[in-house]
T-cell receptor, first 115, second 113 residues
Framework: QQQVKQSPQSLIVQKGGISIINCAYENTAFDYFPWYQQFPGKGPALLIAIRPDVSEKKEGRFTISFNKSAKQFSLHIMDSQPGDSATYFC??????????????FGQGTILTVHP | DAGITQSPRHKVTETGTPVTLRCHQTENHRYMYWYRQDPGHGLRLIHYSYGVKDTDKGEVSDGYSVSRSKTEDFLLTLESATSSQTSVYFCAIGKRGLTDTQYFGPGTRLTVL
């Protein structure tokens, strides 16, 4: 059962463009939504995260938009750069429960930014 | 990689052989996790630990076992490796509190022939 669905599977954008990756979740108990960035040969690293008490969070060129009623959240990368080329994963967890910090991940999006 | 090492980094083995992967942390985090990463599936949780000798199953635990005898070490064992267990395995650590942020190790690429 895939509780977090991510799209698209791959994305190609030009340098300076906006990259948008979308995720949808099913479990209404989820209350923490991080995004991870992974470069080839490396482990995933936390990029940015949001909780459902806000609808948007921005850190530099990266923004998470959150729609609680639709159970969707998305990552926007403004002014995309070739160095942003990586695989991006959305994830979700239930911080308030007894989930022991377990994260449920989306399937991943391979982002390629052309110079 | 936040004080996390995994060994070995690469391994090729044959079907039916036992394999043990090691995760070692220097952060003294209470929580440790094993994931596998496969194309089209993202990262899927195999097993996790919430303390020494305290472990539980994740989403894809069949064919895997774990042990944690010390805070810093979390072992993943494939009792009898199968080709379907060819994957990249990641260990992660976390400490609950304000967030459920997890920090990942560099991964182990396992090929089962």
């Amino acid at each position: 059962q895939q509780q977090v669905k991510q799209s698209p599977q791959s994305l190609i954008v030009q340098k300076g463009g906006i990259s948008i990756i979308n995720c949808a979740y099913e479990n209404t108990a989820f209350d923490y939504f991080p995004w991870y960035q992974q470069f080839p040969g490396k482990g995933p690293a936390l990029l940015i995260a949001i909780r459902p008490d806000v609808s948007e969070k921005k850190e530099g060129r990266f923004t998470i938009s959150f729609n609680k009623s639709a159970k969707q959240f998305s990552l926007h990368i403004m002014d995309s750069q070739p160095g942003d080329s990586a695989t991006y994963f959305c994830a979700a967890s239930n911080e308030g429960g007894t989930s022991y910090g377990k994260l449920t991940f989306g399937q991943g999006t391979i982002l390629t930014v052309h110079p | 990689d936040a004080g996390i090492t995994q060994s070995p980094r690469h391994k090729v083995t044959e079907t039916g052989t036992p394999v043990t992967l090691r995760c070692h942390q220097t952060e003294n985090h209470r929580y440790m996790y094993w994931y596998r990463q496969d194309p089209g599936h993202g990262l899927r949780l195999i097993h996790y630990s919430y303390g020494v000798k305290d472990t539980d199953k994740g989403e894809v635990s069949d064919g895997y076992s774990v042990s944690r005898s010390k805070t810093e070490d979390f072992l993943l064992t494939l009792e009898s490796a199968t080709s379907s267990q060819t994957s990249v395995y990641f260990c992660a650590i976390g400490k609950r509190g304000l967030t459920d942020t997890q920090y990942f190790g560099p991964g182990t690429r396992l090929t089962v022939l």
